[in-house]
Nanobody
């Protein structure tokens, strides 16, 4: 089992920045990939960014150039830095981990989510 705890959400003005953190515990050694998803009310879940233990990253087109995902293997923590935030970035952001890959279809382990609200 893997436990994921997100932090860093909140209210930010458009154009601002936010850094989300996700601390993993448990059988973290078995996880190859971690990522961030988001879901806004009435919208489908979106894979925002993903990273593997060797540092391979992938981003949704909607955040490319504005988001950076990073993994601190020593602390078992994944970060998502979001800049130039837009109101459409408003959503609940979920951290996820998987023994193989995090994909649009999902991942094996999930955090409880953290709300990000971007005001215009």
């Amino acid at each position: 089992q893997v436990q994921l705890v997100e932090s860093g959400g909140g209210l930010v003005q458009a154009g601002g920045s936010l850094r989300l953190s996700c601390a993993a515990s448990g059988q973290v050694f078995s996880m190859n990939a971690m990522g961030w998803y988001r879901q806004a009310p009435g919208k489908q879940r979106e894979l925002v960014a993903a990273i593997t233990r060797v540092g391979t990253t992938d981003y949704a087109d909607s955040v490319k150039g504005r988001a950076t995902i990073a993994l601190d293997n020593a602390k078992n923590t994944v970060f998502l830095q979001m800049n130039s935030l837009k109101p459409e970035d408003t959503a609940v952001y979920y951290c996820a981990a998987d023994p193989a890959r995090v994909t649009m279809q999902g991942a094996l382990y999930w955090g409880q989510g953290t709300q990000v609200t971007v005001s215009s």
